[in-house]
Every structure is written in structure tokens, then in C-alpha cells.
């Protein structure tokens, strides 16, 4: 092996060698096909594959990277590996020379065995072209006039180029050259300025936050993703402010309760609110995304993304293009909406709920991880978009919304968290307030079965955490009682005076309340820390005797006996809703 060698974006500098170099199955989780489980590779992470031409891990993730790959190779997942090409001959990706002359990016690429694929460019860390030569040449020259609106001005601008092999799987390392746009007093362009940079540019924060509970029919509707939204909303206008101030704080909330047609949570709107920021947005503020509401995965296994479901889709059927097209936000339109917004400092928060069947038994749901697919489609858009993303999730929607909060946990834990219990010197911090909602989630979820530790998702690389707000006084959900379905029976063994769905009717109108509500409802049959109401009645001409029992999970809590008339259902109810409020 040669002892000097070119690597990509310091040409003939010498590599350090990482001991287990040869020993790719040690470096994270591994498996014979080439699979590897490491979300977040470091830098030094790496394998060798013809000569001495070194790929890091990170390189490698468009087909290697398995989610959750330890559970499934030790059997406690259960969902089979994605059969992918064992890790042998490796198609490499072309070499890459490239220089600044004047506003011109020069660039060379020399083919080897995998090919031309697509060329990209960032930023500063941020992806803005996804393809610089399409029509895979082997010189070509890019005006850098043209991204302008990405470059700082109060600090020197990093270019980095990555090839991809022309399978598209294999990404080379990055390319690196220092920019900084205008001349010097010699004329020319690309090298450091001669005088001090400006550090004069005051940052401004934008956020866009969607929630999204009623869509079209009923087979979807969420109780709470729109109050979660507003809370969200309300929080990032307090926080926010209280650190950028008011004239360079803009909060845009979409929500599927808007009154307004311009503030719906619908296709349209979302994406009208991303182009709206990339028109205004500079290099240095800072971007907060929100979503609340369903979300899931779909597509070919290497290339399946996740997908939002806006408020104008009735089912989570995703096999119809136009319905993908016209009401969904997939992850790979939200990392074009994302890239086209020059804001270095991104951050996206997804509290959704998985979209699925709504199981009978909240015990029976194990816990589980983020679908893999998912959190593929979150890493390559968090790698290209330079984000930090928090994603938390429930196996349904039962599970979702079956905490004693009325909130997301998700949604709930960061809260939390800003009005005091996750700040650093009184200041919010993105990795500080996510970490804590990551440990904190699954204390709250204890007794809901189904709820998942969140995935939290940071920059490749050197991306540091940022303040995106200041401590302040938020209202914070208090703990409510859970009541799931009750149980009554006349003396024939039935329901003649449907007692049980006016039980239910007056626990689903009370959940609605949201923060005002004094109870949750949840419709399954078995809740760990969950209330029920069991009970029998006998009917006497229009008199009626109701004997009933108030339990908590499997123990009784309290026994009561109330009469009322045949024809005076809602005061039965009210006397029953009495005696539990009373006694739990």
C-alpha cells in the first residue's frame, strides 16, 4: 500500500489509518450481507476496498444502513432484512478534482469502475444541488453566482462536492474548497477577503408548524394533532421572541381546524409556506419545522420515503400516484422545500402518528422502534439538508392519543422542556431540549403499549447545536384520568337503553375539550392505568336500578348505586359520571 495517496478534497495529504480498517464488521452493527446499523457514523469510521482507496460507513448508508439491524438479527424483531448485494466488488465512484477561478467552479472527474452518477453540491453543509451534471460529463463548470442566496456574509462559505457511482448508491467523500464571494483589492474570487468579514447580520427564525386531526371521512381523525400544533405554535411565539425578538420572529401555523382557508393544513398551503420562507429567509437565521398528525412510510424498500398525510386523504392507502401527489408531503419533496430555504440552521420536530389498524388492546402492542424505512427516509433527507430531526411516534392512533396529557408525548416532553425543565443558562438549546424529550418519552408512555423512544437525527459532521429560544412560562397540560370502554348489561344480557354509547358520546365530547377537558378517552378495551365502568341495570315500567363498578386497570376503585327513569338516559348518565369522577 502506498504510503501517500490522494484523497478526496486534500489532494496527496496523508491519511491516518483507523486500526480496524480491515475489520469492517466491527465498526458498528454489522451483518454478512453488508448491512450495518450506525445512524450517526463518525468521520473516522471507515473500510477499504481496492487498494488503498478508503470509504467511510457514512458513505455506504443509500444501501447499507438497517435501522433496529441487532433486534432483527437476534429475533426480537421479527420483520426479515432487506436483501441487498453483499459487500464484494465494489463499483467506485469517480475521483474528483475541482478548483475556484474567479465566480467559476472547475471541475474534473476521472471514471473508474462504477461509472458517472449524479454529481451534488453543498453549502455550507446543506445540499443545493442535487445534481450538478446530469448529463454526466467528464469536465464541466458551474457559475457560483447562481446560489448567491446561499453564501454568508459574515463568514467564509465551504463548498464540498460528492460524486455518486452510477448506481447512485455509493457516495464519495467530500470534496472540500473555501469560498467567499467578492473580489479582493487583486480582483479575484474565492479566497479569503482581505478585510475583517461583517458580523453585523442580526438572524431572524421562522417557523412553520402543521397539525392535522380532521381529514377526509373518519377512518383518520386524531383528537389532538391540531391542539398540539397550536400549543407548538403558541410556544415557539413565546420562546422565540423572547430571544430574536419580535420583528425577526415569524411563526406560521397551519392546522386542520383553521377557519380560515389560507391557514388549513392542506398540500397547498404547506408548500406555499416553504417557498413563502426561501423567498425571505438568509444563510444565517434559523428554520423550525412542526408536524403533527399521521404519518407513514411507502415505497420500494432502498427508496421508499415518508410520507405526511395532509387533510384532504381519507385512507392511508398510498398506492394511488395522484393521491401521494396531491395529499401527501413525502420526505423527499420536504428535502427540495428544505434546500431551497438558504437558513443554515434547520431544525424539524415530527410527532405523528402511524397510521394502521386500531388494535383492540393497547397491552397487546409491543414496543417498538420507528419503522426502519422511516427513519432511512429522515436520514437521507437530515444528511442533505443539514437538520437536526426529532421524530417520536405511536404504533396508532389508539396509542397516540391514549396518554393521560390530552397531548402527543412527544409534543408534551418538549414543552416540557422550554418552560423550564431543558434549558441551558435559561436559554433553549436543540440538542439539549431533544435529548431530554428522548428520555423523557418513555417515562410518560409507561402503561401505553405501542409508544416508541423518539429518533433524534443530527448533521453529519460538524453540526453544532444552536439556542432557538428562551425559557418562558408555558402552559403545561395537567394529568387527566383515562376512561376506556364501559361494560352494561340489562336483564336480558343486552343494552336496551344504550347506555354504553351514551357513556361513550358524553367521555368522546369531554376529550374534545383538549386542555380544558377533565378526562381522556380512549376506545379499547384494556388500558394498564386506564378507568372502566362495569355494570347492570334492571328495568321497572320507567323506573330503572343501576348497579355499577368504577376499576382502574384490573382493580376495583369503587361500587355504587344510582335510579333514574327509562326515558331520562343523559341523567342515568350524569349520575354514573358523578359518583366515578368522585370516587377516582
Known sequence: MRQYHKTLGHPFRRRTRHPNRHRFHRLGRHHPSG?????????????????SEVIELNQLKERYYEPGLLAKITGFDKSSLRDVAAFENVALYPEVNASIEKKLLNIELTERNGGLGKLSLFINGKEVKEDLNPGTAEKLTVDLGSFSKYYRSDASNTLALRAYN???WLKSEAYELEYQPGANPRGEEGFKPTKPISTSVQPSLYAIVIGTSNYAGEELDLNFADQDAESMSQAFQASCTALFGADRTAVHLLSSNSKTPEANSNKANIQKAFQGIAAKAKPEDVLLVYFSGHGLAYGPAEKEQFYYLTKDIGSQDLSDPAIRNNYTVSSEELTQWLTAIPAQKQVMIIDACNAGKVVESLAAIAQKNLDPSQIRALDRMKDRTGMFILTGSAADKVSYEASQYGQGLLTYSLLQGMSGLALEQGIVDVMKLFQYSRDIVPELAKGIGGVQIPVLASPYGDGASFPIGKGVKIPLAQPKPVFIRSVFQDENF??????????????????????????????????????????????KGNAVEVKGSLFKGKTLQH??????????????????????????
Not at 450495518?36 to 473500510?47: N, W
Not at 378517552?521 to 347492570?536: A, C, L, T
Not at 335510579?563 to 338516559?569: L, P, Q, R, S
Open 494 to 539: 343486552g343494552d336496551e337503553l344504550e347506555l354504553v354509547n351514551a357513556l361513550e358520546k358524553n367521555f368522546q365530547t369531554t376529550t374534545l375539550k383538549g386542555t380544558m377537558a377533565k378526562l381522556i378517552y380512549s376506545d379499547v378495551n384494556e388500558y394498564e392505568m386506564g378507568y372502566s365502568i362495569r355494570g347492570s341495570y334492571a328495568i
Open 35 to 51: 448491512l450495518f446499523d450506525a445512524s450517526a457514523v463518525p468521520k473516522t469510521s471507515c473500510t477499504t476496498c481496492k487498494g
Open 559 to 584: 361500587k355504587f348505586q344510582i335510579a333514574g327513569t327509562k326515558d331520562d338516559v343523559p341523567g342515568l348518565v350524569k349520575q354514573i359520571l358523578g359518583e366515578v369522577m368522585m370516587a377516582k
Open 166 to 168: 452510477q448506481e447512485g
